[in-house]
């Protein structure tokens, strides 16, 4: 560990979407954790759904279809780090902004999905958080990767 591969905030100062607590996980990394910028889940269905509207897209955005495209462009961020290993945990600096920006087609077409198929996404984030929390309680899973099943 270390070396330059450790250090990345500085090499990625033109990355306009990456800000440096992004990288707190990165070994190495000695920063708070990070914080997403603060705005509400509803804003931003309201953002994508205008989008679309303004585009007369509706019509082109089935449940179907925008699960294909969520499942796309997953495979746009798995491409970025295709074949690099895991030796370095790390995404190099100069594919920060493009993993941001694939992150981003995810969340976008997730949020999209979730609106024209009928799910708030909030409430279903708040159900899904419990009920993984009542299948691994912290005193028996802390540290532990089985799955809640497994002895
Ligand atoms: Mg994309």
Redesign the pocket.
Known sequence: MGGLRYLPIPAIKGAATVNAQSLAWLPGAQHAAMAFTSRDLESIRQATARFAADRDWDQFHSPRNLLLAVIS?MG?LAEIVRWAGDSDPTIPPDKQQAWA??MA?VFILLVRLADRSGVDLTTAFDRKLRLAGEKYPVDQFKGSNRKYDQP
Do not use: S
Request: hydrophobic share 0%; charged share 100%.
């Open positions: 462009e746009e920006d694939e087609d």
